[in-house]
């Protein structure tokens, strides 16, 4: 099984020679392994958390930036910002319920990798999991909010390691 080491950087880093330079919000690095999870059994992709490792099955662009959004929410996001996510949404329910499946932050997930995948509009083809099927402008939405997320500065206390 082949390991590749990614490192994403979002927004930038510190100014470099700038006393009181703004931080921006940054995933911390992370490991992509090609292939199944473990955890997970049929050939699925997951994402380790504490292990900031993804597992991808499948070697789609969007698989991969979907467990990526999972590193962004775990990482990156605050809970002011998932509310507002779900506030944009009109969901409702627990972010990351027990036992998982489909809910807001998989919801999220797919938002992410829709966003990534497909920068230069709403994707011609694209999956429909955990029944993320929004509109073209509730996909615009979505990709303004997580990139207005990545260039917000740190709030006080952050990042959270």
Same mark, same amino acid.
Request: proline share 8%.
């Given at each position: 099984?082949?390991?590749?080491?990614?490192?994403?950087?979002?927004?930038?880093?510190?100014?470099?020679?700038?006393?009181?330079?703004?931080?921006?919000?940054?995933?911390?690095? @992370?490991?992509?392994?090609? $292939?199944? +999870?473990?955890?997970?059994? =049929? /050939?699925?992709?997951?994402?380790?958390?504490?292990?900031?490792?993804?597992?991808?099955?499948?070697?789609?662009?969007?698989?991969?930036?979907?467990?990526?959004?999972?590193?962004?929410?775990?990482?990156?996001?605050?809970?002011?910002?998932?509310?507002?996510?779900?506030?944009?949404?009109?969901?409702?329910?627990?972010?990351?319920?027990?036992?998982?499946?489909?809910?807001?932050?998989?919801? @999220?997930?797919?938002?992410? $990798?829709? +966003?990534?995948?497909?920068? =230069? /509009?709403?994707?011609?083809?694209?999956?429909?999991?955990?029944?993320?099927?929004?509109?073209?402008?509730?996909?615009?939405?979505?990709?303004?909010?997580?990139?207005?997320?990545?260039?917000?500065?740190?709030?006080?206390?952050?990042?959270?390691?």
């Amino acid at each position: 099984m082949r390991r590749v080491l990614v490192v994403v950087l979002l927004a930038g880093l510190v100014a470099p020679g700038v006393a009181g330079a703004t931080v921006y919000r940054q995933l911390p690095a @992370f490991t992509v392994v090609a $292939g199944a +999870c473990p955890v997970v059994g =049929g /050939g699925a992709s997951c994402t380790w958390r504490e292990r900031r490792t993804i597992y991808w099955a499948n070697g789609k662009a969007q698989t991969l930036q979907h467990e990526i959004g999972h590193l962004f929410d775990w990482y990156v996001m605050t809970d002011a910002d998932r509310r507002e996510y779900q506030r944009i949404n009109r969901e409702r329910g627990a972010w990351e319920p027990p036992g998982g499946g489909n809910s807001p932050m998989e919801r @999220f997930a797919e938002a992410y $990798g829709w +966003c990534k995948a497909s920068p =230069g /509009g709403f994707p011609d083809n694209h999956s429909t999991f955990y029944f993320y099927d929004p509109t073209p402008r509730r996909y615009r939405e979505n990709c303004r909010f997580i990139r207005r997320v990545a260039r917000t500065p740190w709030p006080a206390g952050w990042p959270r390691r």
